[in-house]
């Protein structure tokens, strides 16, 4: 899934908590970014290095439904993944905190369930 930017890579996988994570854009005509291939949660999104100019817009269950209001971003989380989409196109880099989980929905308790994946 995604545009021609991502045909090749590998669908990005996300098992706990990351900090200053880069996500995969899917859909540079939307500004849709994949996290993961599980369930998870955005703990802070940046531009540029820097918080808040982005505001949390809230949960949805489908991106493509509505389109955020400008200057915020949506995200949508299930067992097939975690996106985000933004509201206006960014000036800089997007990174953002988040935390993963296991397509069950379970948290990793630790590193070994990790690597068994």
């Not at 993963?100 to 379970?106: I, L, P, V, W």
């Amino acid at each position: 899934d995604g545009d021609s930017n991502v045909v090749g890579r590998s669908v990005p996988r996300l098992r706990g908590r990351a900090s200053n994570l880069t996500p995969t854009l899917i859909d540079s005509v939307n500004y849709v970014y994949q996290i993961s291939d599980g369930p998870g949660s955005v703990l802070a999104l940046y531009e540029g290095g820097y918080a808040g100019g982005i505001a949390f817009g809230g949960y949805v269950a489908d991106l493509y439904a509505q389109a955020p209001a400008p200057g915020t971003y949506t995200v949508q989380t299930d067992r097939s993944g975690t996106w985000l989409r933004l509201g206006t196109k960014p000036v800089y880099a997007i990174t953002v905190d988040a935390e993963g989980q296991f397509r069950s929905g379970a948290a990793p308790p630790n590193v070994l369930d990790i690597l068994r994946q």
